[in-house]
């Protein structure tokens, strides 16, 4: 059912085999959260259930050690509520929780100013860092690869459709009763 490999995840964490006996806060290791921002969506209405459970596991293994690592950016500050460990929000913090510490930081000024501000406290605190790969060696060439008439067509063709597609997405978000991230629905159309 529904939640049971979170179940078998705990129990396979907690499980004390001289005791024989599955004791949730026993556990203390790492839990590493590769590809955390797939838990980004914790904010969202509704809650993805990839956040719901990486928020859980966090909750239900309370000393553990967590560590979040992806190579996705934080583009929007509601993305980093599943990151409760961070220790930006909770006990021992200025934030009672997410919602008090996202209101403060979007009270400092600008979007993209605030979350360089973040980062840049992040680092300082020893709880953030990030690396980018050089291109030091690379070598690129641009070719050009001349179309058939087929594939040429074939291409029109593809657009015209992304083109009907983008107008009815358009016309559906027009109707007075549709509900749902604008954003999301159009990064989706993007990103397709």
Request: aromatic content about 10%.
């Amino acid at each position: 059912g529904k939640g049971k490999r979170l179940e078998d995840i705990i129990s396979w964490l907690t499980y004390d085999k001289q005791k024989e006996v599955t004791e949730d806060d026993s556990f203390d290791g790492c839990i590493v959260f590769d590809e955390a921002h797939k838990a980004k969506n914790l904010c969202a209405d509704p809650p993805t259930t990839t956040g719901l459970m990486v928020l859980e596991l966090q909750d239900r293994l309370p000393r553990g050690r967590v560590l979040y690592c992806s190579a996705t950016g934080v583009s929007d500050l509601k993305q980093m509520s599943y990151a409760t460990r961070l220790g930006l929000w909770g006990p021992g913090t200025n934030f009672q929780n997410f919602t008090s510490f996202r209101y403060s930081l979007e009270q400092r000024g600008d979007g993209v100013g605030a979350m360089e501000l973040l980062a840049l406290e992040m680092k300082q605190a020893g709880c953030f860092i990030a690396r980018t790969l050089s291109w030091d060696g690379s070598e690129f060439l641009s070719l050009k690869a001349p179309l058939t008439p087929e594939q040429t067509a074939t291409y029109d063709r593809s657009m015209g459709w992304w083109q009907v597609v983008r107008t009815e997405i358009k016309a559906a978000l027009a109707m007075p009763d549709m509900k749902g991230s604008h954003t999301m629905i159009w990064s989706q159309y993007w990103s397709a």
